[in-house]
């Protein structure tokens, strides 16, 4: 078992892989005129075609509060890139979809997303992508099945 400091260290090593991602995000998508979160946002809407997802469904996806995901559609639907309607068959539920113009929009941040992360991660060999894909999946899951502890899921 490691002891404490390593522990912290590892972490505190995983926080700033965090904030540097991040940030090489937000340089990335800076001609988009995107955060990182909207873009994250019009990304879970993008991989879904033409469906819509719930204010819920995007809030669970985006690790945050439903009030969030409601604050960043509503910005997303002043500048025309998504509309969100009631169900038709739940009216509690609100339904999030891309418009055109935010479908265009996605696509062309993706390409900056996309070009500003193999800028990054093709620096690392084919094993140590391999090494750390096997390692951060399987922490992943560690966190993830952390969270629903603390959900009571």
Do not use: W
């Not at 904030?19 to 995107?34: E, N």
């Not at 998504?82 to 509690?92: A, F, H, I, N």
């Not at 941040?109 to 690392?124: D, G, S």
């Amino acid at each position: 078992m490691a002891t404490k400091d390593q522990y912290l260290d590892l972490y505190n090593r995983f926080q700033k892989i965090h904030v540097l991602l991040d940030d090489g995000d937000r340089r990335g998508l800076q001609d988009s005129d995107l955060t990182t979160s909207q873009y994250n946002l019009l990304m879970h809407l993008g991989a879904q075609g033409n469906n819509s997802l719930t204010i819920t469904n995007l809030a669970d996806l985006l690790i945050c509060s439903r009030s969030n995901a409601t604050r960043m559609v509503r910005r997303l639907e002043d500048q025309g890139l998504v509309t969100s309607e009631r169900d038709t068959q739940d009216r509690r539920l609100v339904l999030v979809s891309l418009t055109p113009k935010g479908r265009q929009k996605y696509l062309e941040a993706e390409k900056l997303h996309h070009a500003a992360v193999m800028r990054r991660m093709t620096a690392l060999s084919a094993d140590t992508c391999a090494s750390l894909d096997a390692l951060t999946q399987e922490f992943v899951l560690l966190l993830e099945n952390d969270l629903r502890t603390l959900n009571g899921s």
